[in-house]
């Protein structure tokens, strides 16, 4: 009798841990920066999200231009626009005080990821830092594990991601803020140019293609399926130990 319980049990058990898998991911916002009406020109473009919504700025001083972002991972061919920015801050100063701003809603999802094609002049910032807020007022933030680096040297695009899922605050936001921004390397008080030989400018430019946040929405019939099963596993229980009881 003890065997048939712990296979029964087993097998609910099992259920629940299929019928509770994740739900599809959904994309929350995503910008390819191309001409919302293909014109054939690189050097148009456009910072309206092509899916999804939210809306893409600038902090610090920072400017931004259109110019093409041939070598990402954008799918058009003849009309692939990146978006450029620059002026960043002079040498030794300004760390971490510019650069681009995502902001989006994550109402009733979960398991948020961003990521991001980015392109680094020779003569820009090595090193990049996400940061993150969690409303329009709270002060911007590291994201843990959210440095990154031009590793192979500037002029290379890199395709780059990261997972905010653990990060309080950040899933079922009414507005969620996230920059990147270019930073001191690690240890210094100074920006390392992204190319050995070149030296760091504040005219080196960062490019940003196909910039993508997505997250997942719980499936309503997976999470009563899984409530149902575990409420079943715990009744089995209960009754093996009424009858134990009885005994």
């Given at each position: ?12 058990a ?12 959904v ?88 990521s ?22 709270a ?31 950040v899933?079922n ?9 270019p930073?001191f ?63």
């Amino acid at each position: 009798m003890i065997i048939k319980q712990l296979a029964i049990a087993i097998a609910i058990a099992t259920a629940v841990a299929t019928l509770a898998q994740p739900a599809h991911a959904v994309v929350v916002a995503q910008w390819n920066f191309n001409s919302t009406t293909p014109d054939g020109n690189a050097n148009t473009g456009w910072s309206t999200p092509i899916a999804g919504a939210g809306s893409a700025g600038l902090f610090g001083y920072t400017s931004y231009y259109y110019s093409s972002g041939s070598g990402s991972t954008d799918p058009a061919l003849a009309d692939n626009t990146a978006w450029f920015t620059r002026p960043y801050p002079a040498q030794g100063t300004g760390d971490k005080a510019a650069g681009v701003m995502l902001t989006v809603s994550t109402l009733d999802l979960t398991n948020i990821l961003v990521s991001w094609d980015q392109l680094h002049a020779d003569n820009a910032s090595k090193y990049v830092q996400v940061l993150y807020a969690t409303s329009d007022s709270a002060p911007l933030q590291d994201v843990p594990g959210g440095l990154f680096s031009a590793t192979l040297g500037g002029n290379t695009w890199y395709s780059r991601s990261l997972d905010l899922s653990n990060l309080p605050g950040v899933n079922n936001n009414a507005s969620l803020r996230l920059a990147i921004v270019p930073t001191f390397a690690p240890g210094t008080a100074i920006y390392e140019a992204s190319s050995p030989g070149s030296s760091y400018g504040p005219n080196g430019s960062l490019a940003y293609d196909m910039v993508t946040i997505t997250g997942q929405v719980p499936e309503p019939g997976a999470l009563a399926l899984f409530l149902a099963g575990a409420g079943a596993l715990g009744l089995l229980f209960r009754v093996r130990g009424t009858a134990r009881q009885a005994d």
